[in-house]
């Protein structure tokens, strides 16, 4: 088994390691570390929990300071001027994802000596603005916040050497996509691309055949899955009946820390409101409240004040915590995945974990989807009041409802493709086609040599070089790679 010094990280990495308590790479980050050095593109789809964060901050916290030192053993006329520039920028959905990400770079790089700030919406901006006037290495980011630094000046993007699209399914469905194209826009054309996703439906693919080149495609499917450890179970039920369940499975069912799914931010609202009336110490979590509020309230659900959390799929984006024992969908998801990210945040760590949802008739296509998906059938709860032993025929007036009765938006089960992405396989072999002439070459790999390492810069040079000799353009690859598992 590999070892995070068999990754070649140096040492301020490896000792900030150890004090964070990691003791051996997951997949993910066995086989994205080493690639990422070598300054490949990369396309890594694996699930949440996974460990994707770090196989990321890793080897850019490392190349940052490899080139930092090679810095400061410059002479003082080629020193870099000035104060730190943005050198990698990491792009993600949420305010919570983003400062856990940013947290993560801390507790990496405490003993590099390496700067990374965090920005996002929802809060005052004027703290933000003076971290990133005092100067930092790494950006982390909401698309809408950076923009707006970026258009009042605060922000320069032209230094940015690597760029990173975390949860990037997620950042499609919240609607991100034109902000990210307009960010790219402002990023030099000459740069390493990282793209991390839960999931790789369609538009995903097509986003990472635009902006990566020749990407090593990394899939991890977890040893055991998320579906296989814990206890799922779905409850037939009229729409109007599902306050009166839920007061009555938490009285008779439900076990420890509890997180409850809604579809909206107003049904998020109306359940929490009901389960203080029944006596349950609980509190919502969406959209729509303040930075202050939503990091409040978690702190408080982290360290058990709280009993319930009610939350919307957006808002639980970034809520990472082990203690969860049981999840209820009390409006049944979309989409198979958003179901199975749900459900992923009970049984964490190897432990048990259980998860019942709450199937409406208007809902049954989406129940059916799920079952699909997840190639097993969810075993249907009996003795609870409402329950009934099979799916509710669809009363056509429901279908405007969710669980706060606005209107929900619901796909009608709509279920996405998964791709494999191109790029070679992470053994270093590449599928027939062969290499395509032209366009932008791998920094620190020049046609026809032996991989090595150096400064982010120096990576760049065969890349600017290749790119002029055949006329400037960036091209993409033409040949068909493959994905590992």
């Known amino acids: 088994m590999k070892t995070f010094e068999d990754l070649g990280l140096a040492a301020p990495l490896l000792d900030g390691l150890e004090k964070a308590g990691y003791k051996t790479p997951t997949p993910i980050q066995a086989q994205s570390i080493p690639e990422i050095l070598d300054g490949y593109d990369v396309l890594g789809a694996a699930q949440t929990g996974t460990g994707k964060?770090?196989?990321?901050?890793?080897?850019?916290?490392?190349?940052l300071w490899e080139d930092d030192q090679e810095n400061r053993s410059q002479p003082r006329g080629r020193k870099r001027p000035?104060?730190?520039?943005?050198?990698?920028?990491?792009?993600s959905p949420?305010?919570?994802?983003?400062?856990?990400?940013?947290?993560?770079?801390?507790?990496?790089?405490?003993?590099?000596?390496?700067?990374?700030?965090?920005?996002?919406?929802?809060?005052?901006?004027?703290?933000q603005v003076r971290e990133l006037q005092s100067g930092v290495d790494t950006l982390v980011a909401t698309p809408g916040r950076l923009l707006d630094l970026v258009s009042q000046g605060f922000?320069?993007?032209?230094?940015?050497?690597?760029?990173?699209?975390?949860?990037?399914?997620?950042?499609?469905?919240?609607?991100?996509?034109?902000?990210?194209?307009?960010?790219?826009?402002?990023l030099p054309s000459e740069r390493q691309n990282l793209l991390f996703s839960a999931t790789m439906p369609g538009p995903i693919r097509k986003l990472a055949d635009e902006i990566l080149v020749e990407p090593v495609t990394i899939r991890i499917a977890p040893q055991k899955p998320t579906v296989e450890r814990i206890e799922q179970a779905v409850c037939f039920v009229a729409q109007a009946d599902k306050p009166s369940l839920l007061k009555?499975?938490?009285?008779?069912?439900?076990?420890?820390?509890?997180?409850?799914?809604?579809?909206?931010?107003?049904?998020?609202?109306?359940?929490?409101?009901?389960?203080?009336?029944?006596?349950?110490?609980?509190?919502?979590?969406?959209?729509?409240?303040?930075?202050?509020?939503?990091?409040r309230t978690l702190n408080k659900f982290k360290n058990e004040e709280l009993d319930v959390l009610v939350a919307t799929d957006v808002a639980a984006?970034?809520?990472?915590?082990?203690?969860?024992?049981?999840?209820?969908?009390?409006?049944?998801?979309?989409?198979?995945?958003?179901?199975?990210?749900?459900?992923?945040?009970?049984?964490?760590?190897?432990?048990?974990?259980q998860t019942v949802m709450f199937c409406a008739g208007h809902e049954t296509k989406l129940f059916l989807a799920i079952q699909r998906h997840i190639k097993r059938d969810i075993p249907v709860m009996k003795g609870l009041p409402g329950c009934q032993a099979r799916p509710l025929a669809d009363p056509g007036t429901d279908s405007s409802k969710s669980s706060g009765n606005r209107r929900s938006g619901a796909s009608g089960g709509q279920r996405r493709a998964s791709g494999s992405g191109a790029g070679r396989n992470t053994d270093g072999t590449a599928k027939p086609g062969g290499a395509k002439s032209?366009?932008?070459?791998?920094?620190?790999?020049?046609?026809g040599s032996v991989s090595r390492r150096g400064s982010?810069?120096?990576?760049?040079?065969?890349?600017?070089?290749?790119?002029?000799?055949?006329?400037?353009?960036?091209?993409?690859?033409?040949?068909?790679?493959?994905?590992?598992?």
Request: aromatic share 4%.
């Open 438 to 447: 032209g366009g932008r070459r791998r920094r620190g790999r020049a046609e």
């Open 155 to 186: 922000v320069d993007l032209k230094d940015v050497e690597i760029l990173v699209l975390d949860e990037a399914d997620h950042m499609l469905d919240m609607g991100f996509l034109p902000d990210v194209k307009r960010i790219l826009k402002l």
């Open 53 to 63: 964060t770090a196989a990321f901050a890793l080897p850019i916290l490392q190349l």
């Open 94 to 127: 949420t305010r919570e994802l983003s400062a856990q990400i940013e947290s993560n770079f801390r507790i990496y790089g405490k003993k590099t000596k390496l700067r990374s700030t965090v920005i996002f919406g929802g809060v005052n901006q004027n703290p």
């Open 317 to 353: 984006r970034g809520i990472d915590i082990d203690g969860i024992q049981t999840v209820i969908n009390y409006d049944t998801p979309n989409t198979p995945e958003a179901y199975v990210h749900r459900i992923g945040r009970t049984g964490r760590a190897g432990r048990e974990g």
């Open 82 to 91: 000035g104060r730190r520039p943005i050198r990698a920028l990491v792009l």
């Open 456 to 485: 982010t810069v120096g990576r760049k040079s065969a890349a600017k070089e290749a790119g002029k000799s055949q006329g400037g353009g960036k091209k993409r690859r033409s040949r068909n790679r493959g994905s590992s598992s």
């Open 248 to 295: 009555e499975y938490f009285h008779s069912q439900a076990t420890g820390s509890t997180l409850v799914f809604t579809r909206t931010k107003h049904g998020a609202d109306a359940v929490a409101r009901r389960l203080v009336k029944a006596g349950l110490k609980a509190a919502a979590i969406h959209g729509n409240k303040t930075q202050a509020n939503r990091v």
